[in-house]
């Protein structure tokens, strides 16, 4: 076996080792884990045969002897793919999305079952912190509990299960949310007027048309103080801000149970459809091979599918900057 130290599996993205099952490009050398290979369905570098392309440690073209081809040899687990394993040698290259597990991933969960489906399934749409929520998962699966208690959700509320792809939920208590600092900001102008006129005397006196950042010293603070109803503000923003904690406490116990329903709906959801003789189509995941079916078809949808994702939330926050500065 050639040294690959340090030269990572173009598919995983994961640097080779001596036990690794390595598979070699027949035409260009490039080398693979057995299983990407098979993914894949080609060589990821197969559009740049045409181009005389000749793999090497940094991966660009160079003249250099390409690896033999071998047989499948179980000694040193590596050998030369069959030109039939190459595929179509005019498809684009395959790489790994970014927040995609390969199938073969969660092969660790055969056997295991969540509400009557395989538990793999359940660990793909997962994809991220998969351990902690498969856990948690078998538990409520089990009757053995609906309460948790997660940290994530409590300090980032609605924008932690946006960023779980728990979108009808994230919405949910981001409305909630924007209605309960409203109603404190109608409470705080009807009850404590005197208050607000202050608030926004300080405003205008230190913004100056312009915008700087506001210094805002102990003395205005103390002036503030001097509103005849400023104790009634008080309490405002106390309840206010109490009403919000309660809601992310809330949010924090039953986040876990809320994704567990999510991640249910989703597996169950493609296997009806599955069942009912639907196929998945792969055109529309990146450069994933539209070869791909069965199972792992399967894995690759709900991994693609689940996961997590930072933008919904960004945008959320974004827009609720956006409508509070109207």
Same mark, same amino acid.
């Given at each position: ?76 687990? $590596? ?48 994809? $991220? ?31 932690? %299960? ?15 949310? $924007? ?37 805002? $010293? ?15 503000? %008080? ?8 009403? %919000? ?68 939330? %960004? ?12």
């Amino acid at each position: 076996m050639p040294v690959l130290n340090g030269i990572k599996c173009p598919v995983c993205n994961n640097e080779f080792n001596d036990s690794d099952d390595v598979v070699y490009c027949p035409d260009c050398g490039t080398p693979h884990h057995r299983e990407c290979y098979k993914l894949a369905g080609h060589c990821v570098n197969a559009g740049l045969h045409q181009t005389g392309f000749v793999f090497n440690e940094s991966g660009s073209a160079k003249a250099q002897q390409p690896p033999a081809k071998q047989a499948d040899n179980t000694n040193n687990k $590596t050998f030369a793919a069959p030109q039939g394993e190459a595929a179509n040698q005019n498809q684009p290259p395959f790489f790994q999305m970014p927040n995609v597990q390969m199938p073969d991933y969660f092969a660790k969960f055969e056997g295991e079952t969540i509400d009557g489906d395989n538990a793999k399934f359940y660990a793909a749409s997962v994809n $991220t912190n998969i351990d902690r929520f498969m856990k948690l998962f078998k538990k409520f699966d089990g009757k053995k509990g609906a309460l948790g208690w997660n940290w994530g959700a409590f300090f980032f509320g609605p924008y932690y %299960l946006l960023f779980r792809k728990m979108y009808t939920q994230g919405i949910g208590f981001l409305v909630i949310q $924007t209605l309960i600092s409203y109603l404190g900001s109608f409470f705080m102008t009807t009850k404590a007027p005197n208050f607000m006129k202050a608030v926004n005397a300080l405003i205008t006196s230190k913004a100056n048309g312009t915008f700087r950042a506001m210094t805002v $010293t102990q003395a205005d603070f103390e002036s503030l103080r001097t509103a005849s109803d400023y104790q009634m503000a %008080l309490n405002v923003a106390m309840i206010m801000f109490a009403v %919000l904690v309660v809601v992310r406490i809330f949010i924090a116990l039953f986040a876990d149970k809320m994704y567990f329903s999510v991640v249910k709906n989703r597996v169950k959801t493609v296997s009806e459809k599955l069942d009912s003789g639907e196929t998945i189509s792969m055109i529309n995941f990146g450069n994933a091979p539209a070869e791909l079916t069965g199972e792992k078809a399967k894995l690759f949808y709900l991994s693609r599918r689940g996961g997590t994702s930072i933008i919904p939330a %960004l945008l959320a926050y974004l827009v609720i900057n956006i409508v509070s500065s109207l």
